[in-house]
């Protein structure tokens, strides 16, 4: 999404943030406003800008996130795009792709169009709907994914997300299909079968716990077909969530036979265990199940070599009630906007298998370019639209309710020691969380509203 | 601290006593049934009925068993969860004379549960309470037939008792208390 | 004892205790006043989310014949199917008053979720959950093996070197799971028979023997031999073929009953499906301690309620 035509009086705001340090370690003062970052070097003039102190802390191109639920329209007690671009600005994201599962599904033009619109009014971040690739997400018939595509929404990724297309031939005309517009299908890997009734990881502990288990097989078979297809067809496929260490292995082995393949992984899959459902506290619920301590050492070491091409958050909210039940009737799912930067720095940065350069890349960068979003994922350099994201790498808190932003607060982080925080979120020139506070929404949507967007 | 108000030699003699008074109180030995309450209580009436036997050597059908009264106590709600004790009585106590065995009669509130679980297993003609020691400070309108020994005590004191087939060493002893 | 949810956490020493106590109860059963007044003004709820009569008659029993007075609270089919939650109906309970909550649940670990809710301050004896555990069924099974080995001298005893074998659908089983826990803690060997479809995919964490002939585990002489209720649904989804087949290969059939040594015991939790995992010879036996079970079953769900409702709640320890 490209920026221009600024009115006059929209220029106004200047910012000065002084003494940030980029991802490559170097240091350097950042000037920015509505048209994007203006200036960089040591030393800069703060005439006419407001400044920001930034001694310490790193700043992150805005950050970008592939696979989240808002939730809008349909399910608005448990999210709305408004609430979760906040949810999302307090975790230092720019953008943020919105899965299809909605009610009605994202799978008409008006829809997409609809959430896409929602999201320039609130503000906060670049909302870019994501489109079902079934009609329904009833994978039985294709959405009209032309029409999508050829909307104002643009939509590029194309998804069932929380389903998984899974008959064959269906899956295979829509990575057909989308070659026409540069789509991509973003899958859910998950053999409906194998999974029946599923509650948990298959192993020993669901053995233990009597729950049904959720096998690595039903997610790694389901890849192993998809990068085959993909091959065949000579198209872009996107795994969502990958969970399994055999699912790592499979995608490993099709990069290496030249298939064009991207994976996800999430945060909470690179920090918890299976472990964490020993209590049946529904909030570690989520789908895939969290997994064994091996598939989350697969998993980081995937990320690290580059198997696993980016961190989406696959933030799902879900009201107190879907959750405080026994953990069968238990919804699936977990916010993860507000957290993932911390989680991410605690499962890879902390453990050095990580540095900030790959942190860019993996949460900004490839994310926007797979989803192929214009106007995000770009590095801090003069010309680039101003989003950004100031984080302190020195900070620690438990994390608590006071964190969360958006509507859900079935976070499994609450009250776990988490480090870092984010704080300053900048968007399209304008700060959307300042000194760690989101910034509320009325400010932002006028903030928004005086900018003129060009789809 | 702790000072001994009844040595070894103090409690046979007065477990003798008891001996006698019973058979006394009783005319003999029939009918008798000796329930010691857990857990010295029971040992106690084992050592009773071990006097009579050799007093009456003709008593063969002097029968001695223990009465739990954990599950009758009225303060279970309060405090630990207490682990009953087993309870043997032998054979049926309808008509007979019952004589409840325990070291300490204080409140008498572990009496009553034993009147209350006694009550439970049938219908005896004459229940009787021997104590080794009668500390006071009743709740309860109880009182023993058969005492060791009256012993005055102030309510924040302790009374030890200890035998040799539960403790190794044998005596009664008091400490704690303000003014001592 | 605060909660209880599992045997898994039972100690030996808990579990000795408990079934000590047992043993206290079953002598009260002997007399001719057999209810103590030990729980009186106390309440218990059993709060059946899934059918049960013989369970829920048994905890009534139990908790009768120590004087609390019990509510029954069929949850099934009623509004709790339409929306009402685990969470309304444990505030509902916790509103009444009720002081203990005997649990039977479709979904693992409800009981569980209902202790640490905070929802409601009763003690909470799980009673079945789901595919999860069934602790006083495994207490009233190591009771009965204890008093069938040792007899009047059960009391302060574990089963140690009691072999126990295990036959059936393990995978879907709470009283094989809680069963396992329990008979281990308290030191016999563990033995699980069972088609490799209805055990659990990875068994490496269970202390316990595998395997898939039931004729290799009866000739290993078993002193126990206990045979799971087998249900036909389960051959829809592919577990097994057929009933036929089930019977024929994991059965406890006349010939293999026959197998068994003089002093063996067989048992099963019931209800029985005879001539399906177990012949009627075998569940008739004077080896068979199906009906004891019963009779124990009440004894030990006695000393459950005393371990959860007596003394200060404050001071209890959770055993989960
Ligand atoms: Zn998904």
Redesign the pocket.
Known sequence: MSIDGLQQHELQERWLIRGATLPDGTSTDIRLDGRGITELGIGLSQSGASVIDAEGLIALPGLVDL?AHLREPGYEHSETVLSGSRAAARGGFTSVFA?ANTLPAQDTAGVVEQVLALGESAGYVDVQPIGAVTVGLAGKQLAELGAMASSKARVRVF?D??FCVSDPLLMRRALEYVKAFDGVIAQ?S?EPRLTENAQMNEGALSGELGLVGWPAVAEESIIARDVLLAEHVGSRLHV??VSTAGSVDVIRWAKARGINVTAEVTPHHLLLTEDLVRGYDARFKV??PLRSREDVQALRAGLADGTIDIVAT?HAPHPVESKDCEWDAAANGMVGLESALSVVHAAVVATGLLDWADIERVLSRTPARIGRLVGQGNPIAVGSPAELTLYDPAATRVFGREDLAGTSTNSPYLSMTLPGEVRATFHRGYPTVLDGVVRSSLEIADQASGVVVHG | MAHTVLTQADITRALTRISHEILESNRGPDNLVILGIPTRGVILARRIADIIQRIEPAATMLRVGSLDVTLYRDDLAHGRTRTPSRTEVPGSIDGATVVLVDDVLYSGRTIRSALDALGDHGRPTIVRLAVLVDRGHRELPIRADFVGRNLPTATDERINVHLVESDGDEFVSIDGGSNR | MRHLLSTKDLSRDEAINLLDIAEDMADVAEREVKKLPTLRGKTVVNLFFEDSTRTRISFEAAAKRLSADVINFSAKGSSVSKGESLKDTAQTLAAIGADGVVIRHPASGAPAVLAASGWIDAGIINAGDGTHEHPTQALLDAFTIRRRIHGQASRGTGLDGVSVTIVGDVLHSRVARSNLWLLTTLGADVTFVAPPTLLPSDTSLWPARFSFDLDDAIDAGPDVVMMLRIQTERMHAAFFPSSREYSRVWGLDDARFRRLGPASIVMHPGPMNRGLEISSAAADSANSTVLEQVTNGVSVRMAALYLLLSGDRKESKNVD
Do not use: L
């Open positions: 696979h899965m998804s997300d929380g859910h998950q969502c969530h789908n895939p696959d």
